[in-house]
């Protein structure tokens, strides 16, 4: 394990070897899964590996990039690998085993079910070396619509907050899909789903919400409890002055 590599980055770490490794999280495991418009898939990209900011695997999470090079479980494989074959890592085909990235911004990427090591290695390698791009990797970009998912939380939190008596749940439904060979970008349209029980006629009306109609809803259910607040003050002070009048006569 100790190949030259090794050797020199210990003796001389980058500045960069000590940032913590940050955690990946799925958007499919949340609820922002819900608000992703487009999913683009390439077998086929390249990355800047000093934009690989975290990965997905928990047991590398919240350490320093040297913690995983001097101790990641598999780096008494990779590493004399990388000695005695360091042009697999400027290789342009495709990487094997598969090297796998997750981005939501196309700028900060996290690795994802294999290529810890490998990402590891090739961020200290490529840093002596002057190079940035590792080629023929797998990248998941995810794009979410952010305005759609806070503006969810926003309504949510109002029907929480004031007791509603409405169920809101996002949905998604996928629209379109572009293909070939090595790539795909997938197309979906995130809705909600806003259920609200009516006391008066005790029935439950079902609404289909997309942005512009969710935004529509949270001006009215911020107005419908203002005035309800509005209601209660004068009522308040309606029974304030009763009893200041009560007291006084």
């Known amino acids: 394990m100790r190949t030259p590599l090794f050797l020199r980055v210990i003796k001389n770490p980058p500045p960069w070897a000590f940032d913590i490794i940050q955690p990946w999280e799925d958007p499919y495991r949340s609820l922002m899964g819900a608000f992703v418009r487009r999913h683009y898939w390439t077998s086929q990209g390249s990355i800047n590996v000093f934009q690989v900011i975290g990965t997905a695997h928990q047991q590398y999470q919240n350490r320093p990039w040297m913690d995983l090079l001097t101790s990641g479980k598999r780096m008494d494989i990779n590493l004399p690998l990388q000695d005695k074959k360091p042009e697999y890592y400027r290789e342009t085909k495709n990487k094997s085993p598969s090297m796998y990235f997750n981005t939501f911004d196309g700028m ?20 002596e070396t002057g190079e940035t791009q590792l080629h023929g990797v797998t990248i998941n970009h995810y794009d979410i619509d ?26 998604s439904k ?16 995130p809705y909600l789903i806003w259920k609200e029980y009516d006391e008066e ?12 109609q969710a935004k529509e809803k949270l001006i009215e259910v911020t107005s419908r409890l203002s005035l309800k607040k509005q209601t209660k003050d004068v009522q308040k002070s309606l029974l304030q002055r009763f009893k200041s009048y009560l007291f006084k006569g």
């Not at 290529?115 to 590891?120: A, D, K, M, S």
């Not at 952010?146 to 949905?171: H, S």
């Not at 996928?174 to 349209?189: P, S, V």
């Not at 029935?203 to 919400?209: A, S």
């Open 108 to 127: 900060n990427y996290y690795i994802g079910q294999d290529g810890n090591h490998r990402t590891c290695i090739a961020k200290f390698m490529f840093y």
């Open 146 to 171: 952010e305005m759609f998912y806070q503006m969810y939380c926003e309504l949510n939190d109002k029907i929480k907050r004031f007791g509603l008596p409405v169920i809101l749940t996002a949905e």
């Open 174 to 189: 996928l629209i379109k899909r572009e293909d070939t060979a090595g790539w795909m970008i997938d197309y979906f349209q």
């Open 201 to 212: 006629s005790h029935h439950e009306l079902l609404e289909e919400l997309n942005f512009e």
